[in-house]
């Protein structure tokens, strides 16, 4: 934004266009539009940022997102504490329970493991994950991260951990999404639907 | 977001996606993107917020957004104020400034005429042009307004309002952009550049 604009604006534009996705010329409409929103909704946003981040923590047990000591998944009864899908993020919980088909629980490994970027397995929840299994508890694990290299990488390295404590472990399906065309797919795709294909 | 997801989260994803141009999923991205922030990055984001919302206001003069009484392209004693540029809101201000062509002052008007959405000339900011130009100083007005039907609207209502205080009013010129390819133009943009055409 320039010069001519009020400072206070600008610093508000540049705040915005930290968030991931939005662009300085974005941030700047966004900072217009706080300025026509009413002064108590302004500071019902600041708010919600300032509240979210001092009362949000990770679960005590799967380090998803919560407001509790112990998140609303991991202190319910009807769930199956014997199966653990580890993902990447909290987002990917949401993904799951959007289906309505997985009973067990999650843990969230709050990123992958990427040497390149400094992400080694100390900075994941890969301990926390180690501690949760160490009971006898946990029949399988589900290793759920993204079909990418560093998602495969992850996998391989926490599989490589617990299979010798005795734990099934498996991973997510790779294949043709449902409702796909096979014309438009990609070659990796079709070769893992090819390689994984079922007899009917 | 889902039930499992922690209370304050689902209310600053709710308060991002009024935003324009956020929708839902976006404004859960820029959630959990506030989680991942340092707290004091956090609290700074929301204060940003509260203090643009206050400190902002409208100019005296020309009515754009600025925290001083007067702007400071009112206030510059080398800006030309016998020319006004009127303009729909702040960004346009802000586009003209780019072109470090224009030396005059501007006039925001904060909305376009729209009767059907209630936006009558007593919603706009006309009362305070016609205030400026009562002393006589203005030579000339011009109606920088967006070629659309109620930008249209809003040049004509206003130039009618100013001719008879002897005021001289222009319009924008329309015509190709530059660096446009004409196949590309659409076919109001091609008539309008037709009829404004320069003899060489």
Redesign the interface.
């Known amino acids: 934004?320039?010069?001519?604009?009020?400072?206070?604006?600008i610093?508000?534009a540049e705040?915005f266009a930290?968030?991931?996705?939005?662009g300085m010329k974005?941030a700047?409409?966004?900072?217009?539009?706080?300025?026509s929103?009413d002064?108590n909704?302004?500071?019902?946003?600041?708010?919600?940022?300032?509240?979210?981040?001092?009362?949000?923590h990770n679960c005590g047990c799967c380090q998803?997102?919560?407001?509790?000591e112990v998140?609303?998944?991991c202190s319910d009864d009807e769930r199956d504490r014997s199966v653990i899908c580890v993902v990447e993020?909290?987002?990917d919980?949401?993904a799951f329970?959007?289906t309505r088909e997985y009973n067990g629980v999650y843990h969230v490994l709050h990123g992958l493991l990427s040497p390149m970027d400094g992400i080694t397995p100390d900075s994941l929840r890969i301990r926390e994950l180690l501690a949760r299994i160490s009971d006898g508890s946990v029949k399988e694990v589900i290793m759920a991260t993204n079909p990418t290299v560093e998602g495969d990488a992850t996998a391989l390295y926490i599989a490589n951990l617990l299979k010798p404590l005795g734990v099934k472990v498996s991973r997510l399906a790779f294949g043709l999404p449902v409702g796909g065309i096979l014309e438009y797919a990609d070659e990796v795709t079709l070769f893992k639907a090819l390689e994984n294909r079922n007899y009917m």
């Open positions: 934004m320039a010069d001519h604009n009020a400072l206070p604006l610093i508000l705040k930290k968030l991931p996705g939005i974005t700047q409409r966004l900072a217009y539009f706080v300025m929103m002064e909704e302004a500071v019902e946003f600041a708010e919600a940022i300032v509240n979210a981040k001092k009362t949000v998803n997102l919560t407001e509790r998140c609303p998944i993020s909290p987002k919980v949401t329970e959007r």
